[in-house]
């Protein structure tokens, strides 16, 4: 099955962005390939949660990213595959808020959990028509 292939250290950055983004949602993006493994990613995007300060439950990707990431594909560099988030407090799926914000079908979510601000889990999704579907996470440890 085709699954999120990760290495530890863009896992770790992740997961690091989320602690310290506490109480808030840390947010980017995930830049990469596909194959025919499933997704490749090569890079973590941060972005700043754009997000009104009082909405602890959402983030907001900040435009010039996404504006930056979409004319350097056009260039021929690096392609979005997905976005990352964390749930500060929550469990590592999709919420009601994710489902209704989420632009773009075929993308790979990333939702890291904490729970009593620690790290819990971390897993993945594929954005369909109407819903999210669990999707392998596959982390490879570093060689260099």
């Known amino acids: 099955m085709s699954g999120l292939n990760l290495s530890r250290a863009l896992l770790s950055r992740i997961e690091s962005a989320a602690l310290a983004s506490l109480p808030r949602e840390c947010c980017g993006l995930l830049t990469g390939a596909k194959s025919k493994d ?19 439950d959402r983030f ?10 979409q004319k350097a594909a056009r260039a021929g560099g690096p392609r979005m595959i997905g976005v990352y988030h964390s749930h500060p407090a929550g469990e590592a799926a999709p919420s009601q808020v994710d ?40 982390i490879w440890e570093n060689t260099q």
């Open 38 to 56: 499933g997704w490749d990613v090569a890079a973590v995007e941060p972005s700043r949660n754009i997000a009104p300060d009082d909405c602890c």
């Open 60 to 69: 907001e990707i900040d435009p010039a990213l996404l504006l930056r990431l």
């Open 99 to 138: 489902l209704a914000q989420a632009w773009q079908t075929g993308m790979i979510w990333l939702i890291t959990a904490l729970k009593a601000g620690k790290l819990a889990q971390t897993r993945a999704f594929l954005r369909g028509e109407k819903s999210f579907e669990a999707v392998p996470l596959r």
